[in-house]
Every structure is written in C-alpha cells, then in structure tokens.
C-alpha cells in the first residue's frame, strides 16, 4: 500500500480537465501477515494522480488550469471514470470535477 | 448526539463545492436510559459540516467562495451524496448546493 | 386553520433560494362542529412561509434576493420539495422557483 | 361561455413568469337549448388569463416582463400546468412560454 | 390543394417563436378525377404559415424576430407541434426552430 | 453513381443551420454489369449537400455562417436527420453540427 | 501494428472538434510467430488520429482551435465515436473532448 507513484513506460496525457488515476490496492495481508482472501479485501476509494490534463476549456475558450497535481491523493467516486490499462496496470481517467477530494 | 466536531486522523480537502459532512447519529437511549433497538432509532437528516472546499469554478474561471464552514449544523437532503470511509466512520460528501439549510 | 406563523426551537436557515415552508392542514371539523375523519379531509396545497434562503447565485456569482419573506402565504406544487422534521412538525423544503403563486 | 373573467375571492399573485389561467367550460347546451351530457362536451384548450406573475428572472438577474396580462383569452398546450383549486374552481398556473399562443 | 392562406373567424397571436401552421391536405382525387379513399392518402409534410409570434426572448431579454412569416410554405417535422382546433379546422403550433425547411 | 447534384422542381431553404442532404445511392452494378439485389446493395453513408439554410442564431441573436455549401459531398451520422420526400425523392435534413465530416 | 499513419485514397475533414481515428489492431500473433485466434485477441483503445476538424465553435461564434493533430497516438474512450468505412478500413470519427487522452 505504498504511497509512491510508480512510473509507466508510456507518458499519457490526460485531455482537458481529465486526471490519470491509480487506484491504491487494498491490503492484502493482515497487521499479523495472514493473507487476506481477495473477495474479503475491501475495495478503497482512494487513488494516486498519475498525470492532469491541461485543464477544461471554457465556452469562451479559456483555459482553466486543474486544482490537482502527480502524486496528490485522492478519493474516487464510487461510480464513473474510464479504465485504460497501461503496462498490464488498470487506470482510470476521471473528469476533475468528478474527483471528490484531496487526501492531504 | 454531541455537537462536537470530531477530528480524523486524515485531512480531507474536498473538491469544488462540496462539503464533507458527518450524519449525526439517532439516539440510542431514551431519556429514562433504556437502549432504543437500531431498528426503532430515527435516521436524522442532520449533520455537521467537517470540511468545505474552495468553492464552485464558474464557467468564466471565477470561484464562488463556499457558504457553509467547518463545525456548521447542516439540514441534509433525503437522497444523494457520496459516502467515503475515513477513520472506520461513514462520511459524507455532498455539492454544497444539495445541502438543504443551516441549522442555528 | 389560523393564519399565525408558529415559532420553532431551532432556527433554520434555507440555502441559496429554498424556502421553508409548513403546509395549511386540512379543516378537521366542519362548520358546525363534527370532526371530518382523516380521509375525507382534503390536502390542502397551500403553506406558510418559515423562513427564507439568500436568495440563487447566478453563474457569475450575484446573488438573486428572494422574492418571498416569512410569513407568506404560497401555493405549493403537487410534487417536490424536501421534507424535514423539525420539533415533529413536517416542514417543507422548496426551491423558490417551484412555489407556484403568493396569496394575499 | 362567457368571455367575462370572474373573480374570486382571494389574490393570487403567480411566481415568476406564471400564469394563472381558467380554462374555458364547454358548451352545456345545443343552441336550441337541450343539455349536452359531460361526456358529450368537448375539451376546449382555451383559457382566460386571471392574473400574471412579475416576470422571469434571467440569469442575470434581470427581470423579463410577461407578454400576456389579466383577462387575455389563450389557447392552452394539451399537457402540462399545475392544478389549483380556488373557490371550489380549479385554475391553472403555467409558465408563460407555455402558453401557445394568445386569441383576439 | 390550393396554396392560398384560408382566413379564420379568430385572430392567432403566437407565443414567442411559435408558428401556426396548417398543413396541407393530400390530393383527394387523382389527375383523371377519381376519388383516392383516405387510407391511400399520402401525409403531406409540407404547410402554410398561418401566423407568427413576435420572436424568441434570448436570456438576456432581447427578442429574435421570426425568420418565416404569414404564407410562407413549410416543410414540418414528422414528430412534434400541438395540435390546436379553430374553426372546425385541425392547426398546428410549432417552436419557428422545429421547422425544417422553407419552400419556394 | 454520379458527383452531380440533380436539380429539383421545388427549391428547398432548410431553416437555420439545416443542411438538406441526398444520400449517395450504393453500387446497382458489378464492374461487370451484373444487378446486384437492393438487398445485398451497401448502405452508405455519404450525400452530397443540396441546400444550406443561413446557420444558427446564437443566444445572443448572432448568425453563424454554415460552413457546408451546395455540392459539399459529406459523410452523414448512422441515426438522425428527419426524412422528407421531395420530385418523389427522399432527402435528409440534418443540423449542420450533425454531419461528421466533408470528403474532398 | 505500425505506428505510421496510414494514407486514404479520399480526403476526409472531420466538421467542427471531430477527430478522425484509425484504433490500432490487436497483435495478430504472439511474440514467437504463432496466430493469435481472433476472439483472442485484446481489443486495444488506441488509435492514431488521421484527421482533425477546424475546431469548436462557442455560443459566441468563436472557433476553438483543436489539441491534436494529424499522427497523435490517443486513449478512445470505451463506447461512443461514429463508424465510417474508408477505402474498407473502418474508422471512428470522435468530438475531440470524448478522447480521453494523448499518449507520447
């Protein structure tokens, strides 16, 4: 459950106001080292930002720079986003504005 | 049923306009202390507000400053909001603009 | 069916331009004096304004002042609005938008 | 079916850009007098302005003054409006721009 | 299946951007004079402008003034209008948008 | 097969930003002159432009220039456009915004 | 699987922020040369950007000059895009805010 952001083969950059999100893995060991079954293990709704677009145009065509940044952590919508898988890793590319908090 | 606002180990900054919210908890004795069943207890649309973000983004790029702050007793409407997990407690995140009123 | 805005233990105070509103309840006895059982009394769709929001912030971020104020009479719309229990009295929660017409 | 608009006996002020509208009964009687039965009559789509609200509100927070005003006979769209009952008469509120077009 | 505007005994005034139309009947008897029976009919899509309203209000409260006017021929939507009756005679009421096409 | 845009007896000014389209016919012919069944014939989807209305009024009352013209040969959406049968012929009418591309 | 952008034998000019994309074909056989079944093969959601439009036009009649052009590699989104068929190569034709995002 490391809070390091890994690095890709490939540079994506996300369209827009859209963010490149790595869900964190939910723990996969007890405090004691026992494995925990995969169905027993909780799914979390928290991420690390991979890459930001260059944020949402207006409708007068202005640039509207993203609130997040690589490596910001952040809580992920329960439903929404789209998954791409890079190097055999699911992503998933959310709208910013769908992001629902910060993780400080 | 304090009104206190409880701290949580993570800092939670929410995104835009949303509130992240705290459901106060029913009553769970009646007042001559006998334990009311979960199933009879009220479910109360009440909370306290945890944490406000910096406010919506117009779409000119302007940001409306949020109405609601921290420890804010909030009317909460009957649908809608994301439930994240912090700290094993159920929270809640919601647009400001869903919160239904400020209680005093 | 008196016309006298009640007083509640807590002061609730809409967001942006809801409206707080308590439904006119029905006739329960008839001119002479019988008690109408509770279904054959009719709904009313008529309320007391309790207490009123700010009023809407437009897109570029000005307030609209609200039209009604406490104590106004309003015609309710058949659907909407959100329901909230306060000192277990069921109050109303409105757009101001969707209040169909003031009663003078 | 007369083009008279009745009055009633209390004011009622419409929200916004409503309109409070009496739909026109149809015809009881054949012209030489016998009684047509109710479901005989035809539905008429037709209406009497009772009273108009200020106006819309645009986003901007200009007020749009209301083209039809009290007494102007309509015809009314087949769907749509929010019944009221007032005096033992049920009227109907709609939006201005509703209302499909005005008959002189 | 003449192309001139009939008059009617009430005066239209559109709402809006609204047009009154009336579509044009298909041709009841071939070119020999034989009478097709009304299955075998063809809808024709096509119509005159009977009247036309004063334009569109944009949000900011500016009035669009309408592109067709009174005797213009139409091509109309296969879907959409309301249906209005006026003398006797089956009108259509659509938003100037829904219009298709002008005929020349 | 031909580029050619015939020419019709009525002329058609499609409203707003409405482009009338001819549907390219698919190949009735091998290379070798042999009939190829409607039912085998490919659907395409290409037409050229007939006719182009003045383009959309923006919300402020602007008159945005098409950018289609006559004789354009387009690639049209699978779903959309309205229908209308024109010389016996069936043409579409779609929005300019609608039309996926121009084929030079 | 090349990366080079392929030729057409006709010109395609996406209208407004549509973006013309060829997706990029699944490995057809594994690294040691032997074929890969069709129903095998994985369904990539990459392509290569054959074309792109003039851009968006805004409500003010401002055109939006598009983020990518002709040979960009990009993430497709899991559904939508329109499918046309050019020179028997099926490509898809995208707004260009569907496309998720640049790939370097």
Redesign the interface.
């Known amino acids: 459950m490391a809070s390091r952001v890994p690095t890709f083969t ?7 106001d ?1 963010v ?1 999100v790595q869900r964190i893995k939910p723990q996969q060991k007890t405090a004691s080292g026992i494995y925990i079954p995969e169905k027993a293990q909780e799914t979390l ?1 928290e991420g690390h930002v991979i ?1 930001v ?2 944020g949402l ?6 640039v ?1 720079a993203p ?2 940044k690589e490596g910001d952590k952040v ?1 992920l ?2 439903y929404g986003g ?4 890079i190097d055999n890793e699911e992503l998933l ?1 959310f709208r ?2 769908e ?6």
Chains 1, 2, 3, 4, 5, 6, 7 share one sequence.
């Open positions: 490939k540079t994506i950059v996300p369209m827009l859209r490149l709704n890459a677009g260059k145009i207006t409708s007068e065509g202005k509207i609130e997040l809580l919508p329960p789209s998954t791409v898988k590319l910013e504005s992001i629902l908090a910060k993780v400080l």
